[in-house]
Structures are given as structure tokens and as C-alpha cells.
């Protein structure tokens, strides 16, 4: 059995990911804030082990309790930030709706995206930004939904000559079917303000393949 497993604590910050973002030219400090990029924990394990079947089986035929793989990657990812905005209405009258934040009027409270209505977090802890200002919102300040992924792989080789052989595969991705969120929506006004903080999308439910090879 083989195995490697890594761990990174990071926290980057930046004033403008992208190049897609706003920049505040009255506050710089509000527009530094945690980069879009930003992942504070990212743990990965991946492993192969060569299921010992032949062992177990002592009896059985050789070519059927031999070859077998069984290999995967698992991953426990902590989630990207929610880019907070409060676009199309340009409250600034800079002449640019892009730039527009809303106010911070009280705490965040993060919450499982389960519940009835999906929310990832509360709404009203925002308010409109000031007429021909910009709010005192971060554009960037806390972390959306992580990922919690099993991808595994099940394989067989059978050895037919010293030069042929035949591999069969069974693949899952997502192997566990585990939620994985995507980030909610961060715009203020979006849809009215009724979109803000709701999670709409997620990544791919379980998904699963099976293929063969010929070597020859």
C-alpha cells in the first residue's frame, strides 16, 4: 500500500483577484480583503493498495484473486469567499454600479445550506449603501461552503501473456454523494435582495464509470 497525504493553512489577501473586482478609492482598506483565491485549510490523501486477495483465497485461481487495485483521492477543503456587492444600482454615483458595496449593520451567522430555504447566511446583516458613498462592507470577509469529496477506484488486471494483459475499472467520483455547495449569492440587490445569502448551485452528485483495456 502506498499513501500521501498533505495539509495547507494558508490566508491570502489582496486588493483586486482578478482584475474583476472593485477597488474603493476613498477606503483602500476596505477593498484589502481576502483574496478570491483564498483557502485557509486544503487537506488531501491519496492512496493505492494492492487488495491482497490471493492471500485471502488461497485456493481460488490465480488470475482472479490477483491484480486487484483499489486507489482514491479524499479531500476535506475549506470553502472560497463570498464576494459581498451591491451592483446595478449605483448608490456611489460613480457612474460605475461594480463598485457599489452595502452597509454591514450587524454580525453574520453562517448557517447549513440544508434548511428549507438554502440559506448559507443572513441577509440582514446588511443594509443599502449611503447615496454618493460607498458602504463599509469588505468586498470579501468570510469563507462559503467547503468540500467534503471521496473519489475512488476499483481495478483489476489480468495478466493473459508476458506481453497481454486486460484491465477492467470501476470509477466513482464523488463516491459518498456528499452535498457540496457552491458559494451563495452576495449581491444585495440581486432579485430584489430575495437571492442574497442563498446557496442555487452545487457540484456534481455521485458519478460513476466503467471501462476495460487491452495491452498488447
Do not use: C
Request: hydrophobic share 35%.
Amino acid at each position: 500500500m502506498t499513501f500521501l497525504a498533505a495539509y495547507t493553512y494558508s490566508k491570502a489577501i489582496d486588493n483586486s483577484s482578478g482584475f474583476g473586482q472593485w477597488v474603493n478609492f476613498e477606503n483602500s482598506r476596505l477593498t484589502r480583503s481576502l483574496s478570491s483565491f483564498d483557502t485557509t485549510h486544503n487537506f488531501v490523501f491519496s492512496y493505492n493498495w494492492a487488495v491482497p486477495f490471493d492471500r485471502a483465497f488461497r485456493g481460488a485461481p490465480k488470475r482472479l484473486t490477483q491484480g486487484w487495485n483499489l486507489a482514491g483521492i479524499t479531500r476535506f477543503t475549506g470553502g472560497l469567499p463570498v464576494a459581498i456587492s451591491e451592483n446595478q444600482d449605483d448608490l456611489s454615483l460613480t457612474g460605475s454600479a461594480n463598485t457599489d458595496e452595502p452597509n454591514v449593520v450587524g454580525k453574520v451567522h453562517i448557517t447549513d445550506p440544508r434548511n428549507p430555504l438554502h440559506t448559507f447566511f443572513n441577509r440582514d446583516a446588511f443594509g443599502p449603501g449611503p447615496v454618493g458613498e460607498f458602504g463599509n462592507s469588505n468586498r470579501q470577509f468570510f469563507h462559503g461552503p467547503g468540500i467534503n469529496n471521496f473519489d475512488m477506484t476499483l481495478m483489476k488486471t489480468t495478466k493473459i501473456t508476458e506481453s497481454k494483459s486486460f484491465d477492467i475499472r470501476a470509477d466513482f467520483f464523488n463516491v459518498f454523494n456528499h452535498a457540496q455547495f457552491l458559494n451563495p449569492d452576495g449581491n444585495f440587490i440581486s432579485s430584489g435582495g430575495d437571492q442574497m445569502g442563498i446557496v442555487s448551485s452545487a457540484r456534481p452528485g455521485r458519478v460513476g464509470q466503467v471501462s476495460a483495456k487491452f495491452y498488447f
